[in-house]
T-cell receptor, first 113, second 110 residues
């Protein structure tokens, strides 16, 4: 069964540092997403990406966040200057068509110290 | 009213019993609905999409009531492996915004 792959599985970074979280969506999927889940809290939508541009973003996705699909297979989330409150599980997801449901990667646990 | 609302539980249910979850959503323009399950510290996994006519997959039945703006999930003959958090997910296709409920925790007791 096709999978969404995320790397690294766990990243520890110092406050103020930049991090890049990487995702390889399923190859024939067209819609890509980043979500985050702070421990014990709900899954929160960050951003959706379609046709090489952001289609929707949440209030959480401020200027310190950016996404890229640099080479047609990878989909990255960059956090420019990490804060303690950015510590969370970050999930990438992709979808072939709307209403088909999203396939999630296994997540990157980001710990900001 | 919250965008997507679920009873957080936990629901403690004996093995073999039937359990039902409800989820309400605030935006009447919402167009796609899903149930996901999430095991502790794992990613959400699609359990089933929810169609207007209702749909069934083995022991699981999902229903949508657009008039009252809620969806439901019924699990029959529950198994120990059904223990998880069940997430209600609502998508407004028009603007690609996807909202998760906080999830309902289910514990199946032996």
């Amino acid at each position: 069964e096709p999978e969404v792959t995320q790397t690294p599985s766990h990243q520890v970074t110092q406050m103020g540092q930049e991090v890049i979280l990487r995702c390889v969506p399923i190859s024939n999927h067209l819609y890509f997403y980043w979500y985050r889940q702070i421990l014990g809290q709900k899954v929160e939508f960050l951003v959706s990406f379609y046709n090489n541009e952001i289609s929707e973003k949440s209030e959480i996705f401020d200027d310190q966040f950016s996404v890229e699909r640099p080479d047609g297979s990878n989909f990255t989330l960059k956090i420019r200057s990490t804060k303690l409150e950015d510590s969370a599980m970050y999930f990438c997801a992709s979808m072939r068509k709307k209403s088909y449901g999203y396939t999630f990667g296994s997540g990157t646990r980001l710990t900001v110290v | 009213r919250k965008e997507v609302e679920q009873d957080p539980g936990p629901f403690n249910v004996p093995e073999g019993a039937t359990v039902a979850f409800n989820c309400t959503y605030s935006n009447s323009a919402s167009q796609s609905f899903f149930w996901y399950r999430q095991d502790c510290r794992k990613e959400p996994k699609l359990l089933m999409s929810v169609y207007s006519s209702g749909n069934e997959d083995g022991r699981f039945t999902a229903q949508l009531n657009r008039a009252s703006q809620y969806i439901s999930l019924l699990i029959r003959d529950s198994k120990l492996s059904d223990s998880a958090t069940y997430l209600c997910v609502v998508n407004m296709n028009r603007d690609d915004k996807i909202i998760f409920g906080k999830g309902t925790r289910l514990h199946i007791l032996p």
